[in-house]
């Protein structure tokens, strides 16, 4: 018998709430991620349960026990439940009626198993009670210990059902596969249904992309996605070929994993278009395009030294030769204030001819590496003047 061992299982506010609902003859059971993480040793971050009881029959239950109830999804059967500061969503068993690709009709079930069947993925459909114990209804088990992704059942009835499986199969392979072990049935499957997914909206297809590009190494995904036709219909053009010497200069200096570093190794005709990036990401990933052989020094002062170090690691994937000091150049960079101020050429130069000298001293200084006096940058912005 397996059991987790896992420090949410003794948290005080869920094991009020699944004393409640078994208090009531009702299973209440820890289901997928949390049970998945918990077992591969792994963070979790939200703890989901499922249960027999209706959603009406969890709110009244919740309500008599004084907890706040919301509906959050109270169409598909989930409520959310509030117990000591803490937020759990509470699903109720369900089984597919229909489904177009994109959304389900569901009716509630009693049945576990039933339950389980309709999930994307054996390891993601394990469910464990209050006192650790695992329930494997699907074989979930067996791959998990092997880091092997699998559709529940037929992969093209699960993919038929939702064609955002596609990219779901190629993300959490990344996170939790083995490289190199892919499902070959799954990959078969997925290549024939790729042209489904011009069903999905480019916001879900986004979600998906910034969480697989966000694992420590998504390399084999990328590459699996784009022997399957998924890569170029969901990021026209881009092209995976500097990401592993990205992810390798990543690791030699310690920097945490960037999806949008990533997305900017990647490339593509139109990211912003087909990810529906932020205005915020777009700004980010053109500066990143923008800047491509600006001056580390020049892009730490103008940008930051977070965005210096991220072009600093795209041209290492690229095969450029940096500085030994380079690091040290950002650093300094980064925290390097113009001495010059507008103050100290008025009232010689004034109006627009001020914001010009002031523009050219400080390009100078940059230019110098920072070194310029004062004094030599008030000459500089005077010159640029004609003033002497």
Same mark, same amino acid.
């Given at each position: 018998?397996? %059991?987790?061992?896992?420090? &949410?299982?003794?948290?005080?506010?869920?094991?009020?709430?699944?004393?409640?609902?078994?208090?009531?003859?009702?299973?209440?059971?820890?289901?997928?991620?949390?049970?998945?993480?918990?077992?591969?040793?792994?963070?979790?971050?939200?703890?989901?349960?499922?249960?027999?009881?209706?959603?009406?029959?969890?709110?009244?239950?919740?309500?008599?026990?004084?907890?706040?109830?919301?509906?959050?999804?109270?169409?598909?059967?989930?409520?959310?439940?509030?117990?000591?500061?803490?937020?759990?969503?509470? !699903?109720?068993?369900?089984?597919?009626?229909?489904?177009?690709?994109?959304?389900?009709?569901?009716?509630?079930?009693?049945?576990?198993?039933?339950?389980?069947?309709?999930?994307?993925? !054996?390891?993601?459909?394990?469910?464990?009670?209050?006192?650790?114990?695992?329930?494997?209804?699907?074989?979930?088990?067996?791959?998990?210990?092997?880091?092997?992704?699998?559709?529940?059942?037929?992969?093209?009835? %699960?993919?038929?059902?939702?064609?955002?499986?596609?990219?779901?199969? &190629?993300?959490?392979?990344?996170?939790?596969?083995?490289?190199?072990?892919?499902?070959?049935?799954?990959?078969?499957?997925?290549?024939?249904? !790729?042209?489904?997914?011009?069903?999905?909206?480019?916001?879900?297809?986004?979600?998906?992309?910034?969480?697989?590009?966000?694992?420590?190494?998504?390399?084999?995904?990328?590459?699996?996605?784009?022997?399957?036709?998924?890569?170029?219909?969901?990021?026209?053009?881009?092209?995976?070929?500097?990401?592993?010497?990205?992810?390798?200069?990543?690791?030699?200096?310690?920097?945490?994993?960037?999806?949008?570093?990533?997305?900017?190794?990647?490339?593509?005709?139109?990211?912003?278009?087909?990810?529906?990036?932020?205005?915020?990401?777009?700004?980010?990933?053109?500066?990143?395009?923008?800047?491509?052989?600006?001056?580390?020094?020049?892009?730490?002062?103008?940008?930051?030294?977070?965005?210096?170090?991220?072009?600093?690691?795209?041209?290492?994937?690229?095969?450029?030769?940096?500085?030994?000091?380079?690091? !040290?150049?950002?650093?300094?960079?980064?925290?390097?204030?113009?001495?010059?101020?507008?103050?100290?050429?008025?009232?010689?130069?004034?109006?627009?001819?001020?914001?010009?000298?002031? %523009?050219?001293?400080?390009?100078?200084?940059?230019?110098?590496?920072?070194?310029?006096?004062?004094?030599?940058?008030?000459?500089?912005?005077?010159?640029?003047?004609?003033?002497?």
């Amino acid at each position: 018998m397996t %059991r987790i061992k896992a420090d &949410f299982l003794r948290d005080p506010g869920l094991q009020r709430i699944m004393a409640m609902l078994e208090g009531a003859g009702h299973q209440a059971l820890v289901v997928g991620g949390a049970v998945r993480n918990a077992l591969m040793g792994q963070a979790v971050s939200d703890v989901d349960l499922a249960s027999d009881a209706r959603p009406e029959q969890v709110a009244a239950l919740a309500h008599a026990a004084g907890l706040r109830v919301i509906p959050t999804g109270i169409d598909h059967g989930t409520v959310t439940v509030l117990s000591d500061d803490a937020a759990y969503e509470i !699903t109720t068993f369900r089984r597919d009626v229909d489904t177009d690709g994109r959304h389900a009709s569901v009716a509630y079930s009693t049945d576990m198993a039933e339950d389980a069947r309709r999930r994307d993925f !054996t390891m993601n459909a394990l469910y464990a009670r209050a006192d650790g114990t695992v329930l494997d209804p699907v074989g979930g088990l067996p791959d998990l210990r092997a880091r092997r992704l699998r559709f529940v059942g037929d992969p093209r009835v %699960r993919i038929a059902e939702d064609y955002l499986r596609i990219l779901r199969f &190629f993300r959490f392979h990344a996170w939790y596969g083995t490289p190199g072990k892919a499902d070959r049935q799954a990959l078969a499957a997925i290549a024939d249904l !790729t042209p489904g997914m011009a069903r999905l909206s480019r916001e879900r297809i986004g979600a998906e992309m910034r969480k697989l590009l966000s694992a420590p190494d998504p390399c084999d995904a990328l590459a699996l996605m784009k022997g399957c036709g998924v890569l170029a219909q969901v990021l026209p053009g881009a092209d995976a070929a500097l990401l592993p010497a990205l992810i390798a200069a990543e690791r030699r200096f310690a920097e945490a994993p960037d999806w949008l570093l990533r997305l900017a190794a990647l490339g593509g005709e139109d990211p912003r278009r087909d990810l529906r990036l932020s205005n915020a990401e777009d700004h980010e990933l053109r500066a990143l395009q923008q800047h491509a052989g600006t001056p580390l020094h020049a892009a730490a002062y103008r940008l930051g030294p977070h965005m210096a170090r991220r072009l600093a690691l795209l041209r290492l994937a690229g095969g450029a030769q940096l500085p030994d000091d380079w690091e !040290t150049t950002i650093a300094r960079a980064g925290t390097a204030r113009f001495p010059l101020q507008a103050a100290d050429l008025m009232p010689a130069i004034t109006g627009p001819a001020l914001g010009h000298a002031l %523009r050219a001293a400080e390009d100078h200084w940059i230019d110098g590496g920072f070194r310029a006096s004062r004094e030599e940058l008030a000459t500089v912005a005077r010159k640029a003047q004609g003033k002497e």
